[in-house]
């Protein structure tokens, strides 16, 4: 926002504040104190614009790059040639002068640089699928092999989730919106109830009154901050659902019944059904170097709290009976996922070799594993905008507040004017 629409902007917003305060029937001390916590919540209010606005330029270079690395890789499997190829699309800037660097590193000495030339690109941004795409990258650098139908994949994820994340946008918009709306309803509202009262009680000579509709303006400004700020997002980075305990949880789950296991489980269940679709990703990508068994090892240390101790117990099962189907079967059976035990048996599947080519069956897991994420990260947006929910019911009870103020002044003001 430049700066004439900024002032224009910040002087309509005052404007309906003084509308506000005169409808409220505010004395100067009420302007001066309304017109300070104004000036105090437009200063911070300013700051969250200016950070919503690098969030969303961070989200569309990051888009940017990713979209077309994956298409220039699909072209042509060298980091080096999508680099190249990505460099020209960006503008002069900071994310054009981190490509450039890299490519100048890896012309210089390609194989040692590329894995921290990647990094340093991806730390720019933190986002996971990024540092998912730079892996696989260098696993297909690395090993080589068959690479278009999981690149195809990741594009496919990407653009899904560019998708969420303009739905989730659009959300969080008409979520503020009505925030707003509330707020100025609930003005209006407590306008009129003032101007329907008797004109021979005047409440707003009563200082009670007077405070009362202060910190009902300010708070309602608050209100409108919170909802500002809480919509000012870092859209890249993902919401993490880890929690410590979750192990213990589940083995308290394993080990008793009750209403504390019941409840244990229900926690967990929502939790898993997050962490499960991002696990089976990582173990997709590790596949197509990798058997299946040596994927569950190697990605130990990155499975969620929530997951770990089931694929502890898988992992030991499996060291026990390599070829048997029990250890699939036994992940997760007490919970009530049958996504997961469908991925589960075709996890099994492709480690014995069954049902057709090996490239075939990761397919279809690769495609399974994406409906399974898109479905957990709608749910995780729908989710983040509970709070925002919540502010919208705020307005209603700071002006019952008021309200309730106001006619309380107001039955102590008449049965005192009976009583004479």
């Known amino acids: 926002m430049k700066k004439n629409e900024r002032f224009v902007a910040y002087g309509g917003c005052y404007g309906l ?7 409220l029937q505010l004395k100067w001390q009420g302007y001066i104190c309304c ?20 969030q969303q330029t961070r989200l569309q270079e990051a888009e940017l790059y990713m979209e077309q690395m994956l298409y220039a890789f699909l072209q042509n499997p060298k980091i080096l040639s999508a680099l190249e190829t990505v460099c020209a699309l960006f503008e002069p800037g900071a994310m054009r002068k981190q490509i450039e660097t890299a490519i100048f590193h890896l012309r210089k000495e390609y194989d040692s640089n590329m894995k921290e030339e990647l990094d340093a690109i991806g730390q720019q941004y933190e986002n996971r699928r990024m540092k998912e795409m730079h892996a696989y990258f260098l696993m297909v650098e690395q090993y080589g092999g068959a690479y278009e139908t999981t690149v195809e994949l990741l594009l496919e994820d990407l ?13 969080c918009k008409k979520y503020r919106r009505n925030v707003f709306l509330a707020v100025g309803l609930s003005i209006l509202v407590c306008a009129i109830t003032n101007h329907l009262l008797p004109k021979d009680i005047e409440l707003s000579q009563l200082w009670v009154c007077q405070i009362a509709s202060i910190l009902f303006l300010s708070l309602d400004m608050l209100i409108c901050f919170r909802a500002m700020k ?3 997002c870092n859209w890249l980075k993902e919401r993490e659902s880890y929690g410590e305990g979750d192990e213990k949880k589940y083995r308290y789950v394993q080990f008793h019944k009750g209403v504390r296991s019941n409840f244990y489980r229900k926690y967990l269940r929502k939790k898993m059904e997050k962490e499960f679709p991002q696990w ?13 068994q040596v994927a569950f090892y190697r990605i130990r240390p990155q499975t969620p709290e929530v997951l770990r ?11 026990q009976n390599p070829e048997s189907l029990e250890p699939y079967l036994n992940f997760l059976k007490d919970y009530d996922l049958p996504d997961v035990h469908s991925a589960m048996r075709m996890l099994y599947a492709l480690s014995n070799g069954g049902y057709g080519n090996s490239e075939k069956q990761l397919s279809q897991i690769l495609k399974r ?13 729908q989710d983040s905008l509970a709070g925002l929910y919540a502010l919208f019911l705020a307005p209603a009870l700071t002006g ?9 002044a107001f039955l102590v003001v008449f049965l005192a004017g009976v009583h004479r």
């Open 17 to 23: 504040l003084l509308l506000a305060a005169f409808l």
């Open 35 to 54: 017109s300070i916590v104004f000036v105090l919540v437009m200063w911070r209010m300013d700051k969250v614009l200016k950070e919503e606005k690098k």
């Open 159 to 171: 653009q899904k989730w560019m998708e969420r994340v303009r739905l989730h946008q659009q959300d």
């Open 230 to 232: 809480r919509t000012c």
């Open 280 to 292: 089976l990703m990582d173990i997709s990508l590790l596949l197509q170097t990798e058997n299946v």
């Open 309 to 319: 101790p089931a694929v502890d117990d898988m992992l030991e099962e499996l060291s």
């Open 369 to 381: 594993n994406q409906e399974l994420l898109d479905k957990a990260e709608r749910e995780q947006n």
């Open 400 to 408: 019952a507040g008021k309200m309730m103020i106001d006619m309380t």
